[in-house]
């Protein structure tokens, strides 16, 4: 008697279970709405967390840097008084800080008429470019209400004696380092402020409070997200019992099933992260903003930061969905053909 060769069981490709998955999206619409509410709120609960936490911080950030070149001008006035219609000499030395810009911003508000800005290199800020005159060091001073000393003042020594003779007023304001003594008529104002050593550690000390409670929350926000995943998950294998079964009956591997299961996930996933990151960003910057000023927080957000926080949510809300779903497809995988057509769910 002839022997028959046991063929080999017929594979169906990953379109066929995307075409099985659609219909059954569609067959189970209310579930798999309560699948991606789930995902779509616990992403877009990480979301408001991390970005109103780079929210706060930017703004908190944006408003120290206003407050410090407010004072600095302050600073300066009290010294040279009102600099309107004045003209200010500025010597650069290296690169020049965000405090030292917005300071420089902030003496442009005073309405000088003129910026006398030594050579130097670098060369002043691409935005202050048409507002400045460049002049040799020796011209800096000339009629000059006050000069300014940028970055870092350890440089070559100047004689301010001769390079002061033709200044209206004899001030050099200094935006880093101390103050010198008074030397031939000329007054030195250090226009820094340093923070103090015990508020710089209460200032470390709740920035790491505030971290530990972003990661904290968020880390509850996952936990909950996945849970609510696999609980929807494994409903929809209770209802589809009696589905798998015919599947199975038909010829569909094992990994078939599990494969429907992971790609229904996915999907669920994608939808879910993208809108639940979207939700999130709008709501923490909406809310931050009426808290604030719009004008203040959209100006102040480090967008790239945000992008990059952004797409980390996605990806979580992806990979929690298909995490949340290894169980579930691996038990629908395993599941015994006439058990499972012989469930009346």
Known sequence: MATRKIQHQVRLPWAVAFDVVKQGVRIRLGRSLVTLSGIVLGIAFLMSITAGELAQRSVAQEQQLRTEAKRMVNFLLAESGPLA????????????????????????????????WAESNPPPPAA????????????????????????????????????????????????????????????FASLAWEIPAE???????????????????????????????????????????????????????????RRLFIIESSLMGVVGGVVGTLFGAVAAIG?????????LVLG???????????????????????????????LAARMVPAMALRTNI
């Open 128 to 187: 202050l470019a048409t507002t400045v005159h460049r002049v040799p060091l020796d011209h800096v001073a000339d009629d000059a209400v006050a000069v300014l000393v940028l970055g870092d003042n350890s440089g070559p020594a100047i004689d301010w004696g001769r390079l002061l003779a033709s200044a209206r007023q004899k001030v050099v304001g200094l935006t880093r380092g101390s103050a010198g003594a008074s030397s031939a008529g000329v007054v």
């Open 287 to 295: 809310l931050y903003g009426i808290t604030y000023n719009f004008s």
């Open 199 to 257: 508020e710089l550690t209460a200032m470390a000390a709740d920035q790491k409070l505030a971290q530990f409670r972003t990661r904290w929350m968020g880390a509850i926000a996952l936990v909950v997200t996945i849970i609510g995943i696999a609980n929807s998950m494994l409903m929809s294998v209770t209802e589809r019992f009696r589905e798998i079964g015919t599947m199975k009956c038909l010829g569909a591997l094992s990994a078939f099933i």
């Open 300 to 330: 102040s957000l480090q967008w790239g930061l945000l992008a990059g926080q952004a797409l980390l949510c996605v990806v979580a809300g992806i990979a929690l969905a298909i995490v949340a779903a290894i169980y579930p497809a691996t």
């Open 85 to 116: 219609g004045g003209t200010i000499g500025i010597i650069q030395r290296g690169p020049l800080q965000e405090t030292e810009s917005r300071f420089l911003q902030a003496i442009l508000r005073e309405k000088p008429q003129r910026l006398a």
